[in-house]
């Protein structure tokens, strides 16, 4: 009994409602429910833009896009020739106009119209956006040459929706010399000026474009620093004994790559028994090095180290010049000066060498023996002699000449002069 009471008054109450919604769709005219909201949709991609009208009764719902003035659907049809809009209705309220694969051209806005007398309307925006993409034709190329000490203009143009910005750095991470010599980790603009480029600003650009919509593009620039051959001798004078091997070297900076060799007499040195070369290169720096074998009385002279680009030529020189071999055994081995006292029983194959005074050389004493051994190659003519019992003056027991480390020694203790060597 109480239930059916309840049921009736659901269905009176159902009954009236339903009036109500006949009697407001019989008086009311057509209203929108709600604005048309702003959509933002990636190039390509599809979008829809929804209208939704109360009261529509037999009035008709219109699409049209304002910028193009192009009428686009008119209640479910299609006027427009271009295949990509179409519009669809829920059966309720909403009509939705879909875009699919959306183009640069169709971003604007978009107008809901109802025919009524005066008809009503309401306008959205749909803004269609474009990741960045750099335009090669306006950009400077992927590799570009200039001479040191010129300007050189690089340059990125991209475009995208919204406009991107365009930023570089360098690909090994080393700052950007940029106005008045000030350094940068990254540049912004789409020109990048270089003034006064010097070689260490060799090496490959990125310009970067970003809008916020991936992704993110970026063009590699290699930039070449072309520049004359410079030389640099560390050591210019070279003494070495006759019979020991010898090595001189020369610092080279060229770009493009040089070629570079020795030359001893006018004669160009290739690798024999005789000589050693090798060129160890790190992108526009090379050490040459030259290992004269053996030497012997026409081995003392001067070295040339040349290297030729297509700028430009400079060349070295180095002179080897003998000096005595410091060991005339067994004599020459008993030492007995003061400053022997001193260096006895240090193990110390370095010393420097000193000509007015050749007792002071090279000490080595008998525990070395075996360290002495292991060291350098060159080995022949070694001689350990065990003086006899050593008198008070408590003097080195053996003496050896380790003739490379002489040299070693004199190439970076008594000539230490170093010297730039350009031809300009
Ligand atoms: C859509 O954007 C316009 C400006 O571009 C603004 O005036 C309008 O209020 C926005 N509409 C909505 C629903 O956000
Ligand atoms: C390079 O730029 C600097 C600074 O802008 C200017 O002083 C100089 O004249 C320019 N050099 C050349 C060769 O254009
Ligand atoms: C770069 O150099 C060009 C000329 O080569 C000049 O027009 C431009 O203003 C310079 N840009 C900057 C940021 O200095
Ligand atoms: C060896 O002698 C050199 C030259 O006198 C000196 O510079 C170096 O420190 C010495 N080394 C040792 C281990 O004593």
């Excluded at 009261?55 to 009428?71: E, S």
């Excluded at 520049?227 to 004078?237: A, E, G, K, Y």
């Excluded at 110390?348 to 002495?372: I, L």
Aim: glycine fraction near 4%; aromatic fraction near 8%.
């Amino acid at each position: 009994m109480i239930k059916r009471k309840q049921h009736n008054r659901c269905v009176t109450i159902g009954i009236i409602y339903i009036a109500t919604i006949i009697s407001q769709a019989m008086t009311d005219d057509p209203r929108f429910a709600e604005p048309i909201p702003n959509v933002t949709v990636a190039l390509g991609r599809d979008a829809s833009l929804p209208c939704v009208v109360e009261n529509l009764g037999t009035y008709k719902v219109a699409w049209i896009h304002i910028d193009r003035q192009m009428i686009l659907t008119i209640h479910r049809h299609v006027i427009s020739r271009v295949p990509r809009f179409s519009v669809s209705h829920d059966n309720a309220k909403t009509w939705l106009l879909h875009v699919s694969s959306v183009q640069k051209e169709d971003r604007g806005y978009y107008m809901c119209q109802v025919n009524t007398n005066p008809m009503i309307s309401q306008v959205g925006y749909l803004q269609v956006v474009v990741p960045p993409n750099i335009i090669d034709t306006e950009s400077t190329q992927s590799t570009v040459a200039v001479r040191e000490n010129q300007n050189i203009s690089l340059t990125c143009k991209a475009d995208g929706f919204p406009t991107p910005k365009i930023m570089w750095r360098r690909e090994d991470g080393q700052a950007i010399s940029v106005e008045k010599r000030k350094k940068v980790n990254v540049y912004e603009g789409d020109q990048l000026n270089l003034t006064r480029i010097s070689r260490t600003e060799m090496g490959a650009y990125l310009c970067i474009a970003t809008n916020s919509i991936p992704p993110s593009v970026s063009k590699r620039i290699i930039v070449d620093v072309e520049f004359s051959p410079m030389i640099w001798v560390p050591n210019q004078l070279v003494g070495a004994p006759a019979g020991t091997d010898v090595t001189i070297d020369c610092h080279t900076e060229a770009y493009p790559r040089a070629i570079s060799y020795w030359v001893y007499e006018n004669v160009m040195l290739l690798p024999t028994k005789k000589y050693g070369t090798e060129t160890m290169e790190n992108s526009y720096r090379a050490h040459m090095k030259l290992t004269v074998r053996n030497l012997q009385v026409g081995d003392f002279g001067n070295y040339r180290c040349i290297s030729k680009n297509s700028l430009g030529e400079t060349e070295g020189s180095i002179r080897l010049y003998e000096i005595p071999m410091p060991s005339t055994p067994p004599r020459a081995t008993e030492m007995k000066s003061n400053s022997n006292k001193e260096n006895s029983g240090k193990r110390n194959h370095s010393r420097h060498f000193n000509q007015e005074d050749q007792t002071k050389v090279v000490m080595v004493s008998s525990s070395d023996r075996d360290t002495v051994k292991a060291g350098p190659a060159y080995d022949s003519g070694v001689e350990f002699y065990t003086p006899p019992t050593p008198p008070n003056s408590g003097c080195v027991s053996i003496v050896r000449w380790a003739a490379p480390q002489i040299a070693a020694v004199i190439l970076h203790s008594v000539f230490s002069d170093t010297l730039f060597l350009t031809q300009n």
